[in-house]
Nanobody, 127 residues
Framework: EVQLVESGGGLVQAGGSLRLSCAAF????????IAWFRQAPGKEREGVSC????????YYADSVKGRFTISSDNAKNTVYLQMNSLKPEDTAVYYC????????????????????WGQGTQVTVSS
């Protein structure tokens, strides 16, 4: 069974850090784009970041550029999202998603149709 399982969310004060993990089960990471999305109450889902497990290319939304870092450990079938300098507006449920592709990721990659989704992890940043 294919599964994506997120972990690492929680409550943190503004300026703090969290590291989210997205572990994949049932498939190997050899040729996938893995993306992080977030959705806050009453807001549309936003593509935050994406990484290619094929060539390591990455993409960040302007809202998180310079603060968040995405990385992949293919041996562990896990993608990480290191979130620093967190702001209250980063509060949301964060989801990871995967699609099989060897394409280099870029600004359009969070608009692709993702095959697999995790259940989400809550991130709350207090002011």
């Amino acid at each position: 069974e294919v599964q994506l399982v997120e972990s690492g969310g929680g409550l943190v004060q503004a300026g703090g850090s969290l590291r989210l993990s997205c572990a994949a089960f049932g498939f190997t990471f050899d040729a996938y784009a893995i993306a992080w999305f977030r959705q806050a109450p009453g807001k549309e889902r936003e593509g935050v970041s994406c990484i290619s497990t094929s060539d390591g290319s990455t993409y960040y939304a302007d809202s998180v550029k310079g603060r968040f870092t995405i990385s992949s450990d293919n041996a562990k079938n896990t993608v990480y999202l290191q979130m620093n300098s967190l702001k209250p507006e980063d509060t949301a449920v964060y989801y990871c998603a995967a699609v099989r592709t060897r394409l280099r990721v870029g600004p359009r990659s969070t608009g692709w149709v993702y095959e697999y989704w995790g259940q989400g992890t809550q991130v709350t940043v207090s002011s």
